[in-house]
Nanobody, 124 residues
Framework: QSQLVESGGGLVQPGGSLRLSCAAS????????IGWFHQAPGKEREGVSS????????LYADSVKGRFTISRDNGKNTVYLQMNSLKPEDTGIYYC?????????????????WGQGTQVTVSS
């Protein structure tokens, strides 16, 4: 069964850091572009970042530019989202997604797989 599994979420104070991981099972992540989405409480899910299949093209939402970094380790079949300088508004569920085609934008792209999400809470 093909699936994505996120990990690395948790409770962190404002200004702190977390690294989210997205691992694939049942398929080779290197063949897919990967996106991260954020759903804040009571709000719609929005694209945060994406990385192309080659790893050469990355996209970031304006709200996270300079704070978040997406990367991929194809040898480990894993994609990471390094989140620094976290803010309370970063709180929510973070979802990992995989697409066989490279997205041209963070939102509106059709993804083939979605993970179950991992909770991130930024609070003092």
């Amino acid at each position: 069964q093909s699936q994505l599994v996120e990990s690395g979420g948790g409770l962190v104070q404002p200004g702190g850091s977390l690294r989210l991981s997205c691992a694939a099972s049942g398929f080779t992540l290197a063949n897919y572009a990967i996106g991260w989405f954020h759903q804040a409480p009571g709000k719609e899910r929005e694209g945060v970042s994406s990385i192309s299949r080659s790893g050469y093209t990355t996209l970031y939402a304006d709200s996270v530019k300079g704070r978040f970094t997406i990367s991929r380790d194809n040898g480990k079949n894993t994609v990471y989202l390094q989140m620094n300088s976290l803010k309370p508004e970063d709180t929510g569920i973070y979802y990992c997604t995989a697409s066989y085609t490279d997205p041209k934008a963070l939102n509106g792209h059709v993804y083939d797989y979605w993970g179950q999400g991992t909770q991130v809470t930024v609070s003092s």
